[in-house]
């Protein structure tokens, strides 16, 4: 139930006065998901409900910008998309991606970086992918992933598939590899290379499974589950999200 505006503002201030600096997570992960069903509880096309949730990704990274996030990383499209999904919905989801992206670079806030297999992407994503890398390659403001065509079983592939060539160039035998390789040689080819890992992971729509996001880099993450469709995300949301994962005794394996 939606508080009346008035009580709904005071709580939303209460919650960010609540939060504690030391306490806010560094890098954020979100699954936007639940724009298919927003669509359909609305009597809206697909194409409106993938709208809808490109709309509402400015946001959350104003939000983000808010309390001191310094890393999110948006999961807009998975590999099981770009094969499962009919060509009538992904043909305008693909634009609307697109569109999105071109979006975040031109404010000029943020730094744009495309993680996920450029292979599996036609060429105007791949297009307007680079173009926003190159745009905001200087920026010193949040540094926002964009997934694309993302799958973390794909991108632990690539990542050992990296590792394999960089050795075999240098004349590496296999017995060499096998007996120095170790988990780090992977960190250092995943497509978030050089990025601290996610410390909390938001998905939407009630789902509570990761479905292959950043499987590598949650190893530790704190993951939260919000009822809410993407396009209805609210600020008291992420809010409640960021509460969570301060009120949480992170142990790391300790």
């Known amino acids: 139930m939606r508080l009346p ?9 209460r919650l960010a006065t609540s939060l504690r600096p ?16 927003w669509a359909r509880t609305q009597g809206e096309s697909t194409a409106t409900g993938h709208q809808r949730g490109a709309d509402k990704i400015t946001e959350l990274l104003g939000w983000c910008e808010d309390i001191g996030v310094q890393v ?11 094969v499962s999904r009919p060509v009538a919905e992904l043909g305008p989801l693909l634009a609307i991606i697109e569109d999105a992206v071109t979006a975040l670079a031109a404010t000029g806030r943020w730094r744009v970086q495309a993680v996920g297999s450029p292979e599996l992407l036609p060429a105007s994503t791949l297009e307007v992918l680079d173009r926003a890398e190159k745009a905001t390659a200087d920026v010193t403001g949040l540094h926002v992933n964009v997934a694309v065509g993302y799958g973390g079983r794909q991108e632990i592939a690539d990542a050992v ?17 096998a007996e120095a390789f170790d988990v780090e040689h992977i960190a250092e080819h995943l497509y978030t290379r050089g990025q601290p890992d996610p410390d909390l992971v938001i998905r939407t729509s009630g789902e509570q499974r990761l479905g292959g996001f950043l499987l590598w880099q949650s190893a530790h993450s704190e993951f939260y589950f919000c009822e809410a469709y993407w396009p209805d995300f609210r600020r008291v949301d992420f809010l409640r999200a960021v509460r969570s994962y301060g009120e949480r005794e992170r142990r790391l394996g300790r």
Do not use: K
């Not at 505006?5 to 201030?13: F, I, S, V």
């Not at 990383?73 to 770009?82: A, F, Q, Y």
């Not at 598939?161 to 296999?174: D, M």
């Open 5 to 13: 505006n008035p009580l709904y503002r005071l709580y939303e201030r």
């Open 22 to 37: 030391e306490r806010v997570p560094c890098h954020i992960g979100v699954i936007l998901d639940g724009n298919r069903r």
């Open 72 to 82: 999110v990383t948006l999961w807009m499209l998975s590999t099981d998309n770009l």
């Open 161 to 177: 598939r990296a590792f394999l060539r960089r050795h075999a160039e240098a004349g590496s035998s296999l017995d060499e590899l």
